[in-house]
């Protein structure tokens, strides 16, 4: 007999994977986030209020904390090592290396472009990079984008134009050099 949380498992795992994978572009990261994900399902299954919000959506908003958390460790760590890298010696190896483009649905010839666009979506603010990944790379409808980010859906239309203008204006920049 399955129980409710392998069924939730089964049914959610591989939208859990997928957003993770927009998020960080690699993926083992991906699967990693996916991993404490649904332990924190499994932590937090008997806290599940589903007049509140429907299970989708209560685990859309576990995933993207997840990645956010994860992507603001991630960024941390970069900044320790630069920190730390100051201060050793220049023969020693970096602490941590950049993160590479690791997205197993890319094909080669088209990994550069899309390795410059999510590296721009990359430095957008997190609910602008939230609202976009969600309405635009997980073609979620605004009114679901809305409800798993627990804003309005003017505000979910107001965070996609600026990350939208904010894109823009980067690539503009970049193809000007």
């Known amino acids: 007999m399955i129980s409710r949380f392998e069924e939730i498992y089964n049914e959610y795992t591989h939208l859990v994977y997928n957003l993770a994978l927009h998020y960080t572009q690699n993926g083992a990261d991906a699967e ?6 649904f332990v924190k399902v499994y932590q937090h299954l008997h806290k599940y209020d589903p007049a ?26 970069k900044r320790f090592a630069f920190i ?8 020693s190896k970096p602490v ?3 993160v590479h483009f690791d997205h197993p649905g890319i094909a080669a010839e088209n990994k550069e472009e899309l390795e410059k666009l999510f590296g721009l979506i ?9 609202a976009l990944i969600l ?20 505000a ?21 050099f």
């Not at 990693?32 to 994900?37: R, S």
């Not at 990359?122 to 939230?130: A, F, S, Y």
């Not at 309405?135 to 003017?154: D, F, W």
Request: net charge positive.
């Open 32 to 37: 990693d986030i996916t991993q404490e994900v």
């Open 52 to 77: 509140v919000a429907s299970l989708k959506t209560w685990i859309y908003r576990i995933a993207i904390n997840q990645c956010l958390d994860f992507l603001k460790a991630r960024k941390t760590g």
């Open 84 to 91: 730390t890298g100051l201060f050793q010696s220049s023969a």
């Open 96 to 98: 941590n290396d950049v």
């Open 122 to 130: 990359n430095e957008l603010p997190p609910n602008q990079k939230t």
């Open 135 to 154: 309405a635009k790379i997980e073609s979620r409808p605004q009114k679901e984008v809305a409800e798993i980010m627990h804003v309005s859906l003017k």
């Open 156 to 176: 979910v239309e107001s965070l996609l134009q600026r990350a939208r203008q904010t894109l823009q204006k980067k690539l503009d920049q970049s193809e000007g």
